[in-house]
C-alpha cells in the first residue's frame, strides 16, 4: 500500500496518509508521497478542492522515531531534509484550498501538515501539539506556517508552552474552523469540501490565488526563514509529552 493514498471524487480529491501501523507517523516516502500527490493533484484542472486526512482514525503522530533513530538508517534519511522541504514547497503552492480533518492528534511533524491546511476541522477532543520545545528541538516548519497565517501571539501560545490544544481551544483561537463531535470529524469535512466545490469552477482557485498575493516571498525564502533561524546543533528526534 502507498505511504499517501489519493482518491478521487469528482471535483475533489482525499489525500490520506495511510501509515496506520505508526499512526500515521513521518518518513521519507510518506514525504515524497505526498508531495507527488500535491503536484498532481494541482495540475487537475477537474480539482476544486482537497481533503487530507489520516487513515484510521488519526491524523499524524510526528517523525516515525523506530526509522529515524534506527541502528541501520534508512536510505532516505541523508536526504530527508531536501524531502520535507519538498513536501512544505508542494502544500505552499497548492492552488485549491485545502481542508485538514485531524482525528486524535497531529503531533510536531504532523502539526506542521496539519497547520498548512487553508480550514481545519478537529474533533473535540482532539488535539494538536507543536512540542519541539520540550524535546530541546527547534519547530522551523511549524513556526513558518503558523506565522504566515496566525498572530504573533497565537503562535507563541502554540511554540512556547509545547502544550497540546484541543478541538475548542483552537476554533476560539482561529486556528480550526470548526470542532465537531468525536466520530464525526471526517463526515464534517467532507461535508464541508463538498459546499465548498459546489461554488463556479476556479473561484476556490482565484481567491487563494489572491490570498496568496500578498505573500513577497517565495517558498524557500519563507521555509529558510524559520530553518536558518535554527541552524545549530540539535539531537536525535524522541518522543514529546
Given at each position: 500500500?502507498?505511504?499517501?493514498?489519493?482518491?478521487?471524487?469528482?471535483r475533489?480529491?482525499?489525500?490520506i496518509?495511510?501509515?496506520?501501523?505508526?499512526?500515521?507517523?513521518i518518513?521519507?516516502?510518506?514525504?515524497?508521497?505526498?508531495s507527488?500527490?500535491?503536484?498532481?493533484?494541482?495540475?487537475?484542472?477537474?480539482?476544486?478542492?482537497v481533503?487530507?486526512?489520516?487513515?484510521?482514525?488519526?491524523?499524524?503522530?510526528?517523525?516515525?522515531?523506530?526509522?529515524?533513530?534506527?541502528?541501520?538508517?534508512?536510505e532516505?534519511?541523508?536526504?530527508?531534509?531536501?524531502?520535507w522541504?519538498?513536501?512544505?514547497?508542494?502544500?505552499f503552492?497548492?492552488?485549491?484550498?485545502?481542508?485538514?480533518?485531524?482525528?486524535?492528534?497531529?503531533?510536531?511533524?504532523?502539526?506542521?501538515?496539519a497547520?498548512?491546511?487553508?480550514?481545519?476541522?478537529?474533533?473535540?477532543e482532539?488535539?494538536?501539539?507543536?512540542?519541539?520545545?520540550?524535546?530541546?528541538?527547534?519547530?522551523?516548519?511549524?513556526m513558518?506556517?503558523?506565522?504566515?497565517?496566525?498572530?504573533?501571539?497565537?503562535?507563541?501560545?502554540?511554540?512556547?508552552?509545547g502544550?497540546r490544544f484541543y478541538?475548542a481551544?483552537?476554533?476560539?483561537?482561529g486556528?480550526?474552523?470548526?470542532?465537531?463531535?468525536?466520530?464525526?470529524?471526517?463526515?464534517e469535512?467532507?461535508a464541508?469540501v463538498e459546499e465548498?466545490v459546489?461554488?463556479?469552477?476556479?473561484?476556490?482557485?482565484?481567491?487563494?490565488?489572491?490570498?496568496r498575493a500578498?505573500?513577497?516571498?517565495?517558498?524557500d525564502?519563507?521555509?529558510?526563514?524559520?530553518?536558518?533561524?535554527?541552524?545549530?546543533?540539535g539531537?536525535?528526534?524522541?518522543?514529546?509529552?
Open positions: 500500500m502507498p505511504e499517501v493514498e489519493i482518491v478521487m471524487r469528482g475533489w480529491a482525499e489525500l496518509l495511510n501509515r496506520p501501523e505508526r499512526r500515521n507517523a518518513n521519507g516516502p510518506l514525504g515524497l508521497g505526498l507527488d500527490a500535491l503536484r498532481k493533484i494541482d495540475s487537475d484542472i477537474q480539482i476544486q478542492a481533503l487530507l486526512r489520516g487513515a484510521d482514525g488519526a491524523f499524524c503522530s510526528g517523525l516515525d522515531l523506530k526509522e529515524f533513530n534506527a541502528e541501520s538508517p534508512p532516505w534519511l541523508v536526504r530527508f531534509g531536501d524531502i522541504r519538498a513536501t512544505h514547497k508542494a502544500l503552492h497548492l492552488k485549491k484550498p485545502l481542508v485538514v480533518a485531524l482525528e486524535r492528534f497531529a503531533i510536531n511533524g504532523g502539526a506542521a501538515l497547520l498548512a491546511g487553508d480550514l481545519m476541522i478537529v474533533g473535540r482532539s488535539f494538536l501539539q507543536v512540542g519541539e520545545v520540550r524535546q530541546g528541538m527547534a519547530a522551523p516548519y511549524n513558518a506556517w503558523l506565522r504566515l497565517r496566525h498572530s504573533a501571539a497565537v503562535t507563541a501560545r502554540l511554540t512556547l508552552t502544550r478541538g481551544e483552537l476554533v476560539g483561537m486556528v480550526a474552523y470548526a470542532a465537531p463531535k468525536e466520530g464525526s470529524v471526517v463526515a469535512a467532507v464541508l465548498l459546489e461554488y463556479p469552477d476556479q473561484a476556490l482557485e482565484r481567491i487563494k490565488t489572491t490570498m500578498y505573500d513577497d516571498e517565495s517558498a525564502a519563507w521555509f529558510d526563514r524559520a530553518t536558518q533561524a535554527t541552524t545549530g546543533g539531537s536525535p528526534p524522541r518522543a514529546v509529552t
